[in-house]
């Protein structure tokens, strides 16, 4: 069974910053099947990257995605206000598939 | 555009059950598989079940096998989830999400539901 964790719990930061939040796998992952999501409060999940580094239509290049075995990150280069909320990691392409506890990125 | 509207969800006792429904449009509905995901409050995501486009691949997280059924009906556009046995544990808003890739299983959820919340108690 995979197992994703995700940190850190919570990151506060400020407009401007640069944002890191990583995704670590209990065994060497396909980087294929890596995802991130983008949720805000009272709202679904948004797709973000998909094969750990693609980014979704719509999204902006301020975020960017990496890593490859058992560690990925979610990068978020200069922060805007309308990047706070939980931002959760996938491994998909399988079933069962598997997300991570979540980042809360607070402004 | 791609829409997937949820009804369904409330208050239901232990032991009792609830069925959601999803009601797309925007896509070609039967290319694609369709999965249901929960949250429980505060907690992280959970997938929950997949159907294929055709409805002949089914599959469930262990946590939710035997209880809850999931199902479509391509001539509404429409997939269900039926929750049996329901429990405290149980208690999540539940989404329903549309798989990115046609004709395949690949669980990469890129449009999603609004939710609806489904309350175990007594």
Known sequence: EFVLTQSPGTLSLSPGDRATLFCRANQGLNSNYVAWYQQKPGQAPRLLISGASSRATGIPERFSGSGSGTDFTLTISRLEPVDFGVYSCQYYGRSPNTFGGGTKVEI | ?122
Not at chain 2, 7 to 34: E, I, K, Y
Not at chain 2, 90 to 119: E, I, N, R
């Open chain 2, 1 to 122: 555009e791609i829409q997937l509207l949820q009804s369904g969800g409330g208050v239901v006792p232990p032991g009792g059950s609830l069925r959601l429904s999803c009601a797309a449009s925007g896509f070609t509905f039967h290319t694609n598989a369709m999965s249901w995901v929960r949250q429980a409050p505060g907690k992280g995501l959970e997938w929950v079940a997949a159907i294929s486009g055709s409805g002949r691949t089914i599959n469930y997280a262990d946590s939710v096998k035997g209880r809850f059924t999931i199902s479509r009906e391509n001539s509404d556009n429409t997939v269900f989830l039926e929750l049996n046995g329901l429990s405290a544990d149980d208690t999540a808003m539940y989404y329903c999400a549309k798989d990115s890739t046609p004709l395949y299983m690949t669980y990469l959820f890129d449009h999603w539901g609004q939710g609806a919340l489904v309350s175990v108690s007594s």
